[in-house]
């Protein structure tokens, strides 16, 4: 049996119910751990991993943070050997910014983005295939700006050209939603209140995960 490790990287607040959700629902073990607010050890004990999700923060790449090199030089090993990593939000954009893409804020402002949004596949990946259009959770104020060195841009929205990155050659995903969103996370940080959209979102959030662990 395959397992995964989540990676947290919470400045104010835990996803732990997000991932117990995914846990309970595939029954695949799981470990989880919390690099941005207790450091590297666990991910480091950690040496039976068959993939790595790594999840949002409330920092922002272009902070450059300590933290945020030491997550990368544990991974891009692991990523070199073939181990898939499927990057979430902030992880999206921190591994978009390690190969060469500009991060920076959706609006100059600095306005946040919290809502249910419609992304168009342009190529198929995780399962999903190409034309597909499927309503995600969103709760970011930054997006990747410019395609990375090595990825092709596998969605885009009306508000963002480049919704979800595949690397051409290394077992690397990347999304700019939140697919791994529990009703709590939702409801709390994508501020929805429709009961049918939340349910839509968590059923197209749960087939973008499940692509990604029949690619373990």
Same mark, same amino acid.
């Given at each position: ?7 947290? %990287?919470?400045?104010?607040? *835990?996803?732990?119910? @997000? ?9 695949? *073990?799981? @470990?989880?751990h919390?690099?941005?607010t #207790? ?16 999840? =949002? ?15 990368l ?14 990057? !979430? ?7 978009? #910014? ?10 100059? %402002? ?12 342009? %190529? ?12 995600? =959770?969103? @709760? ?21 050209? !480049? ?7 290394? *077992?690397?995903?990347?999304?700019? @939603? ?23 979102? !968590?059923?197209? =959030? ?11």
């Amino acid at each position: 049996m395959k397992t995964i490790a989540f990676i947290d %990287n919470f400045i104010e607040t *835990p996803v732990i119910h @997000s991932v117990n959700d995914f846990i309970l629902r595939t029954k695949l *073990p799981c @470990s989880y751990h919390m690099p941005a607010t #207790y450091g590297m050890e666990s991910l480091k004990k950690c040496k039976q991993a068959d993939g790595y999700v790594l999840l =949002g923060s409330a920092s922002h790449v272009t902070e450059k943070l300590d933290w945020h090199q030491q997550l990368l030089d544990f991974l891009l090993p692991k990523i070199e050997k073939g181990t898939p990593v499927l990057g !979430i939000c902030f992880g999206h954009q921190l591994l978009a #910014y390690h190969f060469g893409s500009e991060v920076n804020y959706i609006h100059q %402002n600095q306005t946040k983005h919290t809502e249910a949004r419609e992304i168009s596949f342009l %190529n198929s990946t995780l399962g999903i295939q190409k034309n597909t259009n499927l309503l995600l =959770g969103f @709760s970011h104020s930054q997006e990747v700006k410019t395609v990375p060195t090595g990825f092709d841009v596998v969605a885009k929205s009306k508000i963002c050209a !480049i919704e979800a990155l595949k690397h051409k050659k290394l *077992p690397i995903w990347t999304f700019q @939603s939140h697919p791994e969103a529990s009703e709590f996370f939702l409801k709390d940080s994508a501020e929805l209140q429709d009961e049918k959209t939340i349910q839509q979102v !968590i059923r197209n =959030g749960q087939a973008v995960l499940d692509g990604f662990v029949r690619e373990l």
